[in-house]
Nanobody, 128 residues
């Protein structure tokens, strides 16, 4: 599967934004997927993940209760709805996919090595 992220932009502190990751190929629904982000001069960090069916979702503590990951397999789309954005959310956001598993409690979800397909990033900038 090939992935392309979009929807980034410049917003104010407290605003909302929705990112979209479009997948190509007829096997999109066989992939577990995730969002990661990378701020300048920082390591790429995990944001959220979702199983192939969408039945299970996992979040980093820093975005829990503010961000929602979802997917529409009929449209080959992965989403990240971001509410109450903060300046520290500023980063390039990447979508990623794996045909592997995320683990019973999602313990594999935060690991970059879990994913073997990555999209190009989309910039999100939150001004204070």
């Amino acid at each position: 599967v090939q992935l392309q992220a979009s929807g980034g932009g410049v917003v104010q502190n407290g605003d909302s934004l929705k990112l979209v990751c479009a997948g190509t190929g007829r096997t999109f629904d066989s992939y577990a997927m995730a969002w990661f982000r990378q701020a300048p001069e920082k390591e790429r960090e995990y944001v959220a993940a979702i199983t192939w069916s969408g039945s299970d979702r996992f979040y980093a503590d820093s975005v829990k209760d503010r961000f929602t990951i979802s997917r529409d397999n009929a449209k080959n789309r992965l989403y990240l709805e971001m509410n109450n954005l903060r300046p520290e959310d500023t980063a390039v956001y990447y979508c990623a996919a794996t045909r592997g598993v995320l683990g019973p409690l999602g313990h594999l979800a935060p690991l970059r090595t879990t994913y073997n397909e990555w999209g190009q990033g989309t910039q999100v900038t939150v001004s204070s």
